[in-house]
């Protein structure tokens, strides 16, 4: 079955940088979007960036022209740039694909990952 595998969260220093990588296991899937959303303690998950397979992206208003968001060729791995990280950012990330059912009726597919931890002290 398929997996999303996440790795770099870690500790950081306000205005720090961290790069978020995600990619996929278990079959050679292909997905039409691919995208990080967070959690922070006591907080609703929130998107935090996503990219569709044109390449067009959408960025939380709080992250954009901060975090950067890139896909892999094969669209099956997904990277998130962060920079200038503050203590908001601090929560868990997850990384979110998505892609459609190989037959009919042909349904949105939605996986999600574990989570990686991001903290950012001040």
């Known amino acids: 079955q398929v997996q999303l595998v996440e790795s770099g969260g870690g500790l950081v220093q306000a205005g720090g940088s961290l790069r978020l990588d995600c990619a996929s296991t278990?079959?050679?899937?292909?997905?039409?979007?691919m995208g990080w959303y967070r959690q922070g303690v006591g907080k609703q998950r929130e998107l935090v960036a996503r990219?569709?397979?044109?390449?067009?992206?959408n960025y939380a208003a709080d992250v954009k022209g901060r975090f950067t968001i890139s896909r892999g060729n094969a669209n099956n791995a997904v990277s998130l740039r962060m920079t200038s990280l503050q203590p908001e950012d601090t929560a868990v990330y997850y990384c979110?694909?998505?892609?459609?059912?190989?037959?009919?009726?042909?349904?949105?597919?939605?996986?999600w990952g574990q989570g990686t931890q991001v903290t950012v002290s001040s």
């Open positions: 979110n694909a998505m892609t459609r059912q190989r037959a009919y009726p042909y349904n949105q597919v939605e996986y």
């Open positions: 278990g079959g050679g899937f292909s997905f039409y979007a």
């Open positions: 990219i569709g397979s044109s390449g067009l992206a």
